[in-house]
């Protein structure tokens, strides 16, 4: 290049050795210089680009620095080396946003030049500034991973900044297109393909200097309810909010990624065990505090499974399925209204391997019509009537003969399969209603027992509303059975669910009623047309006056807010006289029959008086 005699405005020279100094001109060796003209040079807004000029030729570099000094839109900054050794130090030494490359080295020529410094660059762009025009030269160097290749007694200050600025650019897409690739759209946190990626690197390292390392499983509770109550989008953004405070909390060596959903995972090396549990209740931590979602105040918890490697799986896809195992018991235990973490420990997989099989089971079960609904009276107390019936399930095992509820419910709600099946039994309820008062015989509420899991799952209602409308019910004689913990644990999701109900033309009836965590007085606030003493209580009302003060109360308020009180278990007749002394309208017991299938029941409507009227005497 030919130095044109022009005055070169240089605010600042920083040379290896006289650090601060100001140079009238570039010294040999590694520097910087600080390139810009006009008020950019003021502008502290302004982005600092890193240019790294391989060059020997003084007279060179000094027309380069010239060339991007006049640049009034950038703020340059030079950094520069004479030979490749020198090169590789500023790479390693510095953020380097473009590099401008002559071929012609002391150390190393033509395109090995180019070679070894692509090599070195990590993706950043090169542009090739040659002594001679030779469009073969060009090409090759173009395919081993130039930029751009520019001749530099062709090029002015234009073509130069040109060639920055495109090489900047093209740098910025290429960049953009990679996150996008290996991040998640909504939240920013990598996604599951280059989190697989910083695993397998995280784990070759824990193997290599024998480490243990940490796998992290979230999930989050109530975020199916949140998406149905207030919004796919109040949804997205509540992931968003978790996201931040997740990353906030994680330090910047952890691997931390959104698996799906509302899934989250975190990978961490740790020196003990213990770390862990320091390190999963800090994560906890952040969900203390609600979060301010499109004016709503969300308060949501998490649960946590966590493995260790090795001694929960020495490979990437075992850690995982044990911290999801784990993630899966801490859901179990939780209550929705505690976050939890729980480790992983072998015993999750036999425990697992069993609840498969015994739901298979219950599936085969149901489709070989093993369960059956049997259905027990409720009476009007002070006149014998009958006026409800309470359906219950049982399972006519073909080897254990008929199984009450106590022997199989547990297993029902641990494999999620009580939602199958108390969907089958609600339809089965409306069904043989309906056949009663088809067949001529009075109509009569007949309850059935929802579990707090049925409740939960977002297509309950609708799934009730196609119920009645293919067995032609009318609404008004089913009654739903619901235990106080579906109020206890998700307030807001029961005022929803219930309303939604009752909505519909559904009697609701409270459950169990007597040794409640809830005040009594929430009654008020949701549509509850019944409320059911809880037979524990029942069972002494005749001998212990502490229960027989519940029993009051209960009755009591009943009458206050003028709905149906029932007695849950009424056996003697000391039991029945308490309720008829304390004016509780209704009883449900052995005393007034056991649960028969639905033909014994058909000779019962005929045995007994149905319906409230005034006893004759």
């Given at each position: 290049?030919?130095?044109p005699?022009?005055?070169v405005?240089?605010?600042?020279?920083?040379?290896?050795?006289?650090i601060?100094?100001?140079a009238?001109?570039?010294?040999?060796?590694?520097?910087?210089?600080?390139?810009?003209?006009?008020?950019?040079?003021?502008?502290?807004?302004?982005?600092?680009?890193?240019?790294?000029l391989?060059?020997?030729n003084?007279?060179?570099?000094?027309?380069?620095?010239?060339?991007?000094g006049?640049?009034?839109?950038?703020?340059?900054?030079?950094v520069?080396?004479?030979?490749?050794?020198?090169?590789?130090?500023?790479?390693?030494?510095?953020?380097?946003?473009?590099?401008?490359?002559?071929?012609?080295?002391?150390?190393?020529?033509?395109?090995?030049?180019?070679?070894?410094?692509?090599a070195?660059?990590?993706?950043?762009?090169?542009?090739?500034?040659?002594?001679?025009?030779?469009?073969?030269?060009?090409?090759?160097?173009?395919?081993?991973?130039?930029?751009?290749?520019?001749?530099k007694?062709h090029?002015?200050?234009?073509?130069?900044?040109r060639?920055?600025?495109?090489?900047?650019?093209?740098k910025?897409?290429?960049?953009h297109?990679?996150?996008?690739?290996?991040?998640?759209?909504?939240?920013?946190l990598?996604?599951?393909?280059?989190?697989?990626?910083?695993?397998?690197?995280?784990?070759?390292?824990?193997?290599?200097?024998?480490?243990?390392?940490?796998?992290?499983?979230?999930?989050?509770?109530?975020?199916?309810?949140?998406?149905d109550?207030?919004?796919?989008?109040?949804?997205?953004?509540?992931?968003?909010?978790?996201?931040?405070?997740?990353?906030?909390?994680?330090?910047?060596?952890?691997?931390?990624?959104?698996?799906?959903?509302?899934?989250f995972?975190?990978?961490?090396?740790?020196?003990?065990?213990e770390?862990?549990?320091?390190?999963?209740n800090?994560v906890?931590?952040?969900?203390s505090?609600?979060?301010?979602?499109?004016?709503?105040?969300?308060?949501?918890?998490?649960?946590?499974?966590?493995?260790?490697?090795?001694?929960?799986?020495?490979?990437?896809?075992?850690?995982?399925?044990?911290?999801?195992?784990?993630?899966?018991?801490?859901k179990?235990?939780n209550?929705?209204?505690?976050?939890?973490?729980?480790f992983?420990?072998?015993?999750?997989?036999?425990?697992?391997?069993?609840?498969?099989?015994?739901?298979e089971?219950?599936h085969h079960?149901?489709?070989?019509?093993e369960?059956?609904?049997?259905y027990?009276?409720?009476?009007?107390?002070?006149?014998?009537?009958?006026i409800?019936?309470?359906?219950?399930?049982?399972?006519?095992?073909p080897e254990?003969?008929?199984?009450?509820?106590?022997?199989?419910?547990?297993?029902?709600?641990?494999?999620?399969?009580?939602?199958?099946?108390?969907?089958?039994?609600?339809?089965?309820?409306?069904?043989?209603?309906?056949?009663?008062?088809?067949g001529?015989?009075?109509?009569?509420?007949v309850?059935?027992?929802?579990?707090?899991?049925?409740?939960?799952?977002?297509?309950?209602?609708?799934?009730?509303?196609?119920?009645?409308?293919?067995?032609?019910?009318?609404?008004?004689?089913?009654?739903?059975?619901?235990?106080?913990?579906?109020?206890?644990?998700?307030?807001?999701?029961?005022?929803?669910?219930?309303?939604?109900?009752?909505?519909?033309?559904?009697?609701?009836?409270?459950?169990?009623?007597?040794?409640s965590?809830?005040?009594?007085?929430?009654?008020?606030r949701?549509?509850?047309?019944?409320?059911?003493?809880?037979?524990?209580?029942?069972t002494?009302?005749?001998?212990?006056?502490?229960?027989?003060?519940?029993?009051?109360?209960?009755?009591?308020?009943?009458?206050?807010?003028?709905?149906?009180?029932?007695?849950?278990?009424?056996?003697?007749?000391?039991?029945l006289?308490?309720?008829?002394?304390?004016?509780?309208?209704?009883?449900?017991?052995?005393?007034?029959?056991?649960?028969?299938?639905?033909?014994?029941?058909?000779?019962?409507?005929?045995?007994?008086?149905v319906?409230?009227?005034?006893?004759?005497?």
């Open positions: 290049m030919n130095t005699q022009k005055k405005n240089y605010l600042s020279l920083v040379h290896a050795g006289t601060g100094e100001p009238p001109m570039l010294q040999a060796g590694v520097g910087i210089a600080s390139l810009a003209s006009g008020e950019n040079i003021c502008n502290d807004e302004a982005e600092i680009i890193n240019i790294l391989v060059e020997d003084p007279a060179d570099r000094r027309l380069v620095a010239e060339r991007l006049n640049n009034r839109k950038n703020h340059f900054h030079l520069y080396a004479e030979c490749i050794s020198e090169a590789l130090q500023a790479l390693a030494q510095n953020k380097i946003s473009v590099i401008l490359l002559d071929l012609q080295l002391p150390d190393c020529r033509d395109l090995e030049t180019l070679t070894k410094v692509h070195a660059s990590s993706g950043i762009p090169i542009v090739v500034l040659s002594e001679i025009e030779d469009e073969t030269l060009a090409l090759k160097a173009l395919q081993l991973g130039a930029q751009d290749f520019l001749v007694w090029t002015n200050e234009y073509l130069l900044v060639a920055v600025q495109y090489a900047l650019e093209r910025l897409i290429e960049e297109l990679y996150h996008l690739a290996h991040h998640d759209a909504l939240t920013g990598p996604n599951r393909k280059y989190f697989y990626d910083q695993f397998k690197q995280a784990l070759a390292m824990a193997r290599r200097h024998n480490r243990l390392l940490a796998v992290m499983f979230l999930d989050l509770g109530r975020f199916k309810t949140i998406n109550s207030l919004g796919h989008h109040c949804g997205d953004v509540l992931l968003q909010k978790v996201s931040k405070r997740l990353a906030e909390c994680v330090r910047e060596t952890d691997c931390l990624a959104r698996m799906g959903g509302d899934e995972i975190i990978v961490f090396n740790i020196s003990h065990s770390d862990a549990t320091t390190a999963a800090k906890l931590e952040i969900f505090a609600p979060f301010m979602v499109e004016g709503h105040e969300i308060q949501t918890q998490a649960s946590i499974g966590i493995s260790v490697y090795p001694p929960d799986g020495e490979d990437m896809e075992t850690l995982i399925k044990n911290a999801d195992l784990a993630m899966y018991q801490a179990s235990e209550n929705n209204s505690i976050s939890r973490f729980w992983y420990s072998p015993e999750f997989n036999a425990r697992t391997a069993e609840l498969i099989r015994i739901k089971r219950l079960s149901l489709a070989d019509k369960f059956v609904v049997h027990q009276p409720q009476v009007d107390i002070h006149h014998g009537n009958l409800g019936m309470e359906a219950l399930l049982r399972w006519q095992h254990q003969g008929l199984l009450m509820p106590s022997k199989f419910m547990q297993t029902l709600d641990e494999t999620g399969f009580i939602v199958t099946a108390g969907k089958w039994v609600l339809r089965e309820a409306c069904k043989q209603n309906k056949a009663w008062q088809s001529g015989l009075p109509p009569v509420v309850a059935v027992n929802i579990s707090c899991q049925e409740i939960r799952h977002k297509d309950f209602v609708a799934s009730l509303k196609q119920i009645l409308e293919e067995t032609k019910l009318n609404p008004k004689w089913l009654e739903l059975e619901i235990r106080e913990q579906v109020i206890e644990e998700d307030e807001s999701l029961a005022l929803i669910r219930l309303t939604e109900i009752a909505a519909l033309g559904v009697r609701i009836a409270l459950d169990n009623l007597g040794h965590h809830i005040p009594l007085s929430f009654l008020t949701y549509p509850i047309h019944s409320i059911k003493l809880d037979r524990s209580i029942v002494d009302v005749a001998t212990d006056a502490n229960h027989a003060a519940v029993a009051k109360a209960v009755i009591a308020i009943a009458r206050v807010l003028n709905i149906k009180g029932l007695a849950e278990g009424v056996e003697t007749q000391e039991q006289n308490f309720f008829k002394a304390e004016h509780c309208e209704d009883a449900q017991g052995y005393m007034f029959g056991k649960p028969l299938p639905p033909l014994a029941c058909t000779e019962l409507f005929n045995r007994l008086k319906g409230r009227e005034a006893q004759t005497s």
